[in-house]
Nanobody, 116 residues
Framework: QVQLVESGGGLVQAGGSLRLSCAIS????????MNWYRQAPGKQRGMVAG???????NYAESVKDRFTISRDNAKNTVYLQINSLKPEDTAVYYC??????????WGQGTQVTVSS
């Protein structure tokens, strides 16, 4: 089992920045890739950024110039730096762990609200 706890969300003005954190515990050795997803009201949840166990990153095309995913293995934490926030970034952001046996684990989500 893997447990994920997100933090760092909040209300921010357009143009501002936020750094989301995801604390990982449990069977960390079983994780192949860590991802951040987001879900806006009335929309499907979609992946915005991912980082593999080897450190390779990938991003949704719509956010790749503003979002940066990183990990601190010593702290068992994954981060999502979001710059130049836009109102359309408003969503619940979820941390996701994808294991080597193709199992998904989810955090409880953290709300990001961007005011115009």
């Amino acid at each position: 089992q893997v447990q994920l706890v997100e933090s760092g969300g909040g209300l921010v003005q357009a143009g501002g920045s936020l750094r989301l954190s995801c604390a990982i515990s449990g069977s960390i050795f079983s994780i192949n890739q860590m991802n951040w997803y987001r879900q806006a009201p009335g929309k499907q949840r979609g992946m915005v950024a991912g980082i593999t166990s080897s450190g390779r990153t990938n991003y949704a095309e719509s956010v790749k110039d503003r979002f940066t995913i990183s990990r601190d293995n010593a702290k068992n934490t994954v981060y999502l730096q979001i710059n130049s926030l836009k109102p359309e970034d408003t969503a619940v952001y979820y941390c996701n762990a994808y294991s080597f046996i193709k199992r998904h684990y989810w955090g409880q989500g953290t709300q990001v609200t961007v005011s115009s």
